[in-house]
């Protein structure tokens, strides 16, 4: 790996360790970080075979870092109304009428965002969606099965449904939204290259 991939890996570890600082449910946060330590090791071990550009690097580390801070507050209690209203003067939640807490929503519509980022340059942009799609319906069927095993207090701080039924229905749709964003940057990066590419020119002037 390059300089840049261990300064990002790095960079990502200490928001980490600082998430970790007085933890407000430890328990509750601990179980949210199992996953972002399978997840990381897992991407150590793909960057040995299949090695990630430094921009694919950073997608990777993006969306982990947005689940760090997710999972200090367990997603349903994020305190962005406290964070927007600190610095610009407002509460979001006020702004657009929120009744819940929708910092998982973002969360997931960047997961498709950067998954989609990484995959658009190594497969077809259908098999990039499909991927989104799947991964993320395996993830809601992970969460219907901590619903199942776990006290039901534990499952919801785990889940962060907040009384929605249609959660993940919702969280699927806006990974899938995110992968599509993605996927139409990139075709219209492509396209201006073309365009910029195919440009003449101008006619010298005879002599």
Known sequence: MSRGHWWALGGFLLVVAVSWWEPLWPGEQALHTSLTVVALVGLL??????PL????????L??????????????????????????????????FSWR???FDRLVH?????CLAGVLARRSGWLRTVEVVVSTSAVYELFEWGIALVLA???????????????????????????????LGVVATRRLLTRS????????????
């Open 53 to 60: 550009s430094l921009a694919d690097w950073l997608l990777v």
């Open 152 to 182: 039901p207090d534990l499952a919801e701080a785990y889940n962060g449904q907040q009384g929605d039924m249609w959660d993940a229905h919702k969280d699927m749709a806006l990974a899938t939204a995110g992968a599509l964003v993605t």
């Open 62 to 95: 993006l969306f982990l870092s947005l689940h760090t801070i997710a999972a200090r507050w367990l997603y349903s209690a994020v305190p962005y109304d406290q964070w927007t209203d600190a610095l610009f003067g407002f509460r979001l939640s006020e702004v």
């Open 196 to 207: 910029g590419g195919g440009r003449r020119g101008p006619r010298p002037s005879p002599a």
């Open 109 to 113: 519509f960047f997961y498709g965002v």
């Open 45 to 50: 071990v793909a960057q040995r075979r299949w």
């Open 100 to 102: 819940r807490n929708h």
